[in-house]
């Protein structure tokens, strides 16, 4: 048994030993392989190759050529340029890698940080490395540290000790791959225990704003002994300036602008301190304003004194071209506020800014156009202006107005602008409307909040059982200044106290008030004002002394003025306008008890008119009434249904007027034969404080209105119409005013310095039939005396749809003197009756008389179209007659004047004489002749001065009679229907036009002699753009060799230099068509047609020698022949 134990343990002995050998015998189960089999390495790069089958640890590394490459544990070095194998082995098995080394240029660099942070007395290791292409790269080279500045600290081997606080530069440097590596790197060493702030200094603001910073949470972190401390503690503590800062806890508020310390203790260890320095600022920014134009504006500071100031900026419009608000040339001289112009509102309002404000001192007088953006307005000087957003300082108080030579603060309110419109942009600008205007600006700001505004006592309003209780300071003056015309009373009125008095300041638009709530930027914003509040105002009005009560909304578009006295029910004007007195309505306002005055606003005001503003205002400056009660109704259920029973005047029902200097009183039985609606007028004031004014004039326009006048002795008579006043001063009346005296003749009115006849009734017809009125306008009449003792007297005014012109009367010519050495007046008998006896005592100027339309010397019966002023004259003792032919127009102008005697007669362009028979003449004294002046249709003349004179002297008079005064469509009395005389002009001396008849087998021909040179010479259209869109067409015949010029504006064609005649002037010869290139055939009727439908003539309403001519082309006296001069429609050669 044993043997056989040890035979199988043998046997179990050499079968493993068997299974080793084959294992050995046999090769690795796992051959070695690498990541790459080729590399590619730059002059200093570094790259690890992986084993990736295989047992790394048991591989070994060698390199065929370690110039060029090393390996240690799989990582190749590269050290020369150029090409090897590295190849791996375990023992078993081998893998190699091909290494290719280049040369880029890149070198390695020391790895160190910027900066450093060291500490005193205690040592810091550095750890500098080496990176070579971003990457770190393994090695064991020694680095060399030295400090700059040793006195700040010291360095041992890579390690550095803090010496002295302070700063200084570290030093580094390795011999790296037979390279020599430099860096450097700054070194901050501190106390080795200290307090950090993260800042030194913070700067916060005096105020209350959510968005601006106005206080400032400490964060601050200890380092003890080097080491930062986790979540430390700390003491806080305000040094200095505790009236400039609150502290609580960690956070420090402003108190009040100034500087403060807060002194920052680490707890652990109290004397590791650190301070903060807190810079209190003011709850503003300071600004400037900005000019970036190209004009001559002024903006500088200022050397001088202005208003006890120095130091302040000066600011000059320059000349502005085109002045007033329609010129665009006056915002191109305004100024900006500098920052954030353009900017988005919000946005500046977010970053804290609440409003903008500058001081400024006004020496100007043009309005001042205020805004921001899109949101903008012109303001006048002394005006209240009420803006949500806006705001005027004067001497610490809110007084919303613009004033002259006195420093105001400007305030805008970012916030209100907003809300005004949210898509608003910073545009803050200081723009005047004239040249010339001077101001100077100090304190330009960016306010945080409003404590720089003094404290305003808001408008209240409370609501009552029906309505809205507002305050008398609902009402606000808006062109006075002076708030004692508008102020508390402290006496009782009728029972009443706690009332206030107003008292005008000349005109009711002097004297308005303005409605604060209707007072808006916008429409919008007004209308929700006034519908927040309801849709009628009230108010109480006791007057002691009232010419007139003037009421208006929609921006003074509607206006409404009340005489005491005065019926208003049932008239249109005062359409929504209710008076109650008690418990019933009164049909007219009252002096000397208290009355209710209600404005149905929500029916009156228009959402398309340009302004929401309700303005209320008296009549003159002795008118005291007084205020009470204001309030806002939601519905008329207040107004009382029944009247009380009133007796008015009618005239006083049609006219305001200031009773202290006025009186107008019904005669009973009547006045000079007249026995009804007969009133006495006497005025102890003058033309202005004296006036009879007319309620409601606007509605006036388009009507006729008529009434008697009886003047006493030195006694005249205003009429005034829309701002214009006529009697007064040497100023005639207008056309539309006709007076006829007791036996129906028209009384020259339309001479400067006419008198009226006295002492016996006069007619007057006043034709607005074709008159328009501005709603701001007037209409008054007056006397113009200022005596209590002078009464005149006048019937009810009448007012009609037709014209009351009464029947037989003798109608006026239409002419009037040109200065005081001529007069007119009416012939009423003998030979001359119904004639006009003109006398001149001057020269033909100033002794002349005027064809005109009166008043505003426009030309208007020329523009109406009528081109001939036509008239019959009687030369009493002279014999010469000299004539004005003078118009222009667009440019053109037609100036030609010259004397017509019994031997000879001016051009016929100045004017044409016929005798009794209707043949041409020379005119002498003692016969009658008809004078016919040419005077060339334009659209709207620019200057109609066409005028006649004789010659006379204060001792020997010239007299003359003129009748049958018109404006013609046509020359009466012309046989010549060529047109030649009236259509052509030229200068005298420099051309010569005489009617010979027939010549040459052509009719209606005229002698052309040219007394001088192609342009003295030439014949000229008068006004020529009349010609544009038709044809001009006349026949010439030249007796001498030569050729005709022509001019169309500045260029000059045919004969002269080397000009040819344009396509659209053509000539013709027996109706054929002829080429004109070269000279004219003399002795030769040629027709010329000059086109000018196509708008290609150049023809233009410029002056000088713009326009339409023709000329021989000759210098010297040629005679040559003109005739048939047609202007037609169609092409007068089309049909042949």
């Avoid at 209710?578 to 149905?600: F, H, M, R, Y």
Wanted: hydrophobic share 35%.
């Amino acid at each position: 048994m044993k043997r056989s134990w040890f035979i199988a343990a043998l046997l179990a002995v050499c079968i493993a030993a068997f299974t080793l050998a084959a294992v050995g015998c046999g090769g690795s189960a796992e051959p070695l392989a690498l990541g790459e089999t080729e590399v590619t390495l730059d002059r200093y790069e570094e790259r690890v190759v992986e084993v990736t089958q295989g047992d790394a640890s048991a591989v070994t590394w060698t390199s065929a050529d370690e110039a060029v490459v090393t390996v240690e544990a799989g990582n190749l070095i590269a050290q020369g340029v150029g090409q090897t194998t590295v190849t791996a082995s375990d023992g078993n098995t081998e893998a190699t890698v091909n290494v290719t080394v280049r040369d880029s240029g890149v070198r390695p660099v020391i790895a160190a940080e910027d900066a450093y942070t060291g500490y005193i007395g205690i040592a810091a290791e550095l750890s500098p490395g080496i990176r070579y292409n971003g990457q770190s790269v393994q090695t064991d080279a020694q680095f060399t540290v030295t400090v700059e500045d040793p006195s700040v600290a010291e360095v041992s081997g890579t390690a550095v000790t803090g010496k002295a606080v302070g700063n200084t530069v570290l030093h580094f440097s390795v011999e790296y791959k037979g390279l020599t590596l430099t860096d450097t790197a700054q070194l901050t060493v501190r106390e080795a225990s200290f307090v950090d702030l993260g800042q030194d200094e913070v700067e916060i603001y005096a105020a209350e704003s959510d968005m601006a910073p106005t206080s400032y949470e400490i964060a601050a972190s200890v380092t003890y002994n080097g080491v930062a401390v986790a979540s430390p503690s700390f003491i806080y503590e305000v040094v200095s300036g505790t009236e400039y800062v609150s502290l609580q806890g960690n956070v420090v508020s402003a108190v009040a602008e100034g500087i403060a310390e807060v002194e920052v203790a680490y707890a652990g260890d109290p004397d590791i301190s650190a301070v903060l320095t807190v810079n209190v600022l003011p709850n503003y920014d300071p600004e400037h304003f900005v000019y970036n134009g190209i004009y001559d504006v002024t903006l500088e500071e200022y050397d001088g004194e202005v208003g006890g100031r120095t130091g302040v900026t000066v600011y000059n419009s320059g000349t502005i071209a085109n002045e007033g608000t329609a010129s665009s040339q006056a915002w191109e001289h305004h100024l900006d506020v500098s920052f954030a112009n353009g900017q988005n509102a919000v946005e500046i309002y977010q970053r804290g800014y609440k409003y903008l404000a500058y001081d400024l001192y006004y020496t100007g007088t043009a309005r001042i156009y205020i805004g921001m953006g899109t949101t903008a307005e012109w303001a006048p000087v002394n005006e209240y202006v009420h803006r949500e957003w806006f705001r005027i300082i004067n001497d610490g108080k809110i007084t919303n107005r613009f004033v002259q030579n006195e420093w105001i603060t400007v305030v805008y309110d970012l916030d209100a602008l907003i809300q005004n419109d949210f898509n608003a942009y910073t545009s803050f600008f200081f723009c005047v409307e004239n040249s010339d205007q001077t101001a100077y600006f100090d304190n330009v700001r960016y306010y945080l909040d409003d404590n720089f505004l003094p404290e305003e006592q808001p408008l209240t309003y409370t609501q009552e059982n029906g309505y809205l209780q507002a305050e008398e300071r609902e009402f606000v003056l808006v062109a006075q200044a002076d708030e004692s015309l508008y102020a508390p009373y402290a006496e009782e009125v009728d029972g009443r106290t706690g009332v206030y008095r107003y008292q005008g300041a000349g005109s009711f638009w002097d004297s308005r008030l303005g409605v604060l709530s209707s007072m808006a930027s916008s429409v919008l914003s007004g209308i929700n004002t006034l519908n927040s509040r309801g849709e009628y105002l009230t108010f109480d009005i006791y007057a002691d002394t009232l010419t007139e009560l003037y009421i208006s909304l929609n921006g003074a578009d509607t206006e409404m003025h009340i005489t005491p006295g005065a019926n208003i029910v049932g008239v249109a004007a005062f359409e929504g306008i209710n008076i109650i007195e008690g418990d019933k309505q009164s049909p007219v306002l009252k002096t000397g008890v208290w009355q209710t005055v209600s404005i149905a606003y929500g029916d009156l005001i228009d959402p398309s008119a340009w302004s929401t503003q309700m303005l209320i205002a008296v009549g003159s400056t002795n008118d005291v009434v007084y205020i009470d009660n204001v309030r806002f109704y939601e519905d008329d259920s207040f107004i009382p249904e029944e009247y009380l029973e009133v007796e008015s005047d009618p005239f006083e029902a049609l006219v305001s007027y200031d009773e202290s200097s006025v009186t107008l009183a019904a005669v009973e039985g009547g006045f000079g034969g007249i026995t009804e609606n007969v009133y006495s007028y006497t005025n102890a004031s003058n033309w202005y404080g004296g006036r009879l004014q007319f309620y409601n004039h606007t509605e006036y326009a388009g009507k006729y209105v008529t009434f008697k006048l009886y003047l006493q002795e030195g006694s005249t008579f205003v009429i005034n119409w829309d701002y214009a006043y006529y009697g007064r001063e040497n100023r005639a009346y207008p056309d539309f005013v006709k007076v006829y005296d007791a036996e129906l003749q028209q009384v020259n009115t339309r001479s400067g310095g006419f008198s009226l006849p006295q002492n016996e009734w006069l007619t007057f017809v006043l034709d607005f039939s074709e008159q328009t009125i501005n709603s701001d306008g007037g209409f008054y009449i007056s006397s113009n005396v200022e005596s209590d003792s002078m009464t005149d007297y006048i019937t009810l005014p009448l007012v009609s749809d037709t014209d009351p012109t009464p029947a037989g009367v003798t109608e006026l010519l239409d002419v009037t003197v040109m200065e005081s050495k001529a007069t007119l007046s009416s012939v009423k008998e003998g030979e001359f009756a119904g004639s006009i006896l003109y006398t001149s005592t001057g020269s033909y100027y100033d002794g002349a008389i005027q064809f005109t339309d009166a008043e505003s010397n426009t030309g208007s019966y020329v523009a109406a179209g009528y081109q001939f002023i036509v008239f019959d004259i009687y030369l009493s003792d002279v014999d010469s007659l000299h004539v004005c032919n003078w118009i222009t127009a667009g440019g053109n102008e037609n100036h030609l004047e010259g004397d017509f005697t019994s031997s000879s007669s001016a051009s016929p362009a100045i004017a044409l004489i016929y005798d009794a028979d209707g043949e041409a003449a020379n005119i002498s004294r003692g016969a009658w002749y008809h004078v016919v002046i040419p005077t060339p249709y334009t659209a709207t003349p620019d200057w109609f001065y066409i005028y006649v004179g004789i010659v006379g002297t204060e001792d020997s008079p010239a007299e003359a009679y003129i009748r049958n005064v018109e404006f013609r469509m046509s020359d009466p009395y012309v046989k010549d229907t060529s047109n030649i005389a009236t259509l052509l002009t030229y200068d005298d001396g420099g051309a010569l036009l005489e009617s010979v008849g027939t010549y040459a087998g052509q009719d209606g021909v005229y002698r052309y002699t040219n007394l001088s040179n192609w342009y003295s010479g030439r014949l000229r259209f008068v006004n020529p753009t009349q010609h544009l869109g038709k044809y001009v067409s006349f026949k010439f015949r030249l007796e001498q060799a030569g050729s005709l010029a022509m001019q169309i504006q500045y260029d000059m064609y045919g004969g002269r230099g080397s000009a040819v005649f344009p396509d659209f002037v053509k000539f013709y010869v027996d109706g054929e068509e002829t080429d004109v290139s070269g000279d004219f055939t003399q002795n030769v009727w040629y027709t010329v047609v000059i086109d000018l439908t196509g708008g290609n003539t150049g023809i233009d309403a410029g002056s000088g020698d713009d326009g339409l001519y023709f000329t021989t082309n000759v210098e010297s006296q040629s005679v040559d022949y003109i005739a048939d001069l047609v202007i037609s429609d169609t092409d007068p050669m089309a049909a042949q």
